[in-house]
């Protein structure tokens, strides 16, 4: 078990905005956005999260130690494209429902940012993702002395670099914010140059508790109760993924891989655990490819799962990539889960994975978009249960030393601290 959190110093008071966060206890989607405000109220901070309002978000529940607000920007319940990785078609283009809701939403969510500070008084504001929320919280929160962080997680850096509006408005938040965090030297470097004055390097963690190797006992019974489940030879190899089934993940490379990899493994299975817009395309490669019965789209599921899911593969795979229109991760949750789990990992060396994963120590990585080298690369962990074994130990060391959500919180308290006594903080400064 992780050791309990060290008390902060100086608690303080801080409302964070986000567009999304888990819509329930079970949900798998932004759980790092839990997980930090949650770190942080561990730590003892009182920690307020603002999220755009959605039918099924529960907002009184056990899961969390923040406490939850919604704001509210439709009167009508059917329709609420605003937050919740809704706003983005396949994550490449902006929704057209998304750009009809953008101006409701920003005035009702810089409407309760006020309500909240005039109620509760915040030491400082944190907003996650450059865009949208960073300038609707640098004109909503603009009260002396109260700091601002933003935190930058990918899409929303995608979207400031693609339009001359978009790098407007991500620089006067820019200009505006007491500190910049992104979850990649790739995220850090794109902030400079949008005008991010010494953007800081902050990670993601994982629950290395949850998310753990399990032991041979445990592992058959949930391998059992997965190929039951899914139809699958509890004998055969399994290759795992995790994530929405859209284009920076790289499924249509993985789904590529494996006739490649069928040629050296026959029976080996491909999961993919996720839902989105990209299904049926997934399951045409496979078709077309003859490795159709080998594919296995089993959908989204509960966050609580997914750790025998890990532990129950022989490989965890994340094979994001850069897609056509220059989006891609910051850095994956499935990554972190996976090396926590103890599985071996193939990965993409794109954006902040190799900041993560360092090459045959923790995992394997290869360049994005080479279904050969993945092919490749998977097999070899598949020949050779010695170098799975080694790897898999590397990646649950380097998850227990270096990424548990206890230290990424430590890191945001370390930003706080500073803020609060840089002269820097001054919202005057223009």
Known sequence: MTAPSARAATPRRVLHLATTYPLHAG???????????????RRGHEVDVLVPWHPDLQLNRDDTLATLHAFRYSPYRSWHPWGYAQGLHADKKLR???YLA??????SSAANIRRLMRARRYDLVHAHWLLPNAPIMAAAAGAPGTPMVISCHGSGVYMAERTAWGRRLAAYALRRAAATTGCSSDLVRRLGELGADAPTWQPYGVDVDTFAPMGPDRRAAERRQI????????????VLAVGRLVHKKGFETLVGALPRLRLRHPGVQLLIVGAGPLAAE??????????AEALHLVGALPHRELPAYYGAADAVTVPSVRDASGNVDGLPNTLLEGLASGTPVVASAVAGIPEVLRHEVDGLLVPPGDHEQLADALASLLDNE??????GQGARARAIADLGWDRVAAGFEEIYDRVSHDERANPDRR
Not at 282 to 291: D, K, M, R, Y
Not at 386 to 391: E, F, H, Q, S
């Open 27 to 41: 949900a798998s989607d932004a759980v790092f956005i839990r997980e930090i405000s949650e770190g942080l109220a």
């Open 96 to 98: 057209f429902d998304a």
């Open 102 to 107: 953008a101006v409701p939403a920003a005035l």
């Open 227 to 238: 190929a039951e489940r899914h139809h699958l030879h509890p004998d055969s190899p399994w």
């Open 282 to 291: 997934l399951h045409a490669i496979a078709s077309q490819s003859g490795v």
């Open 386 to 391: 010695a170098l799975a074994g080694r790897l």
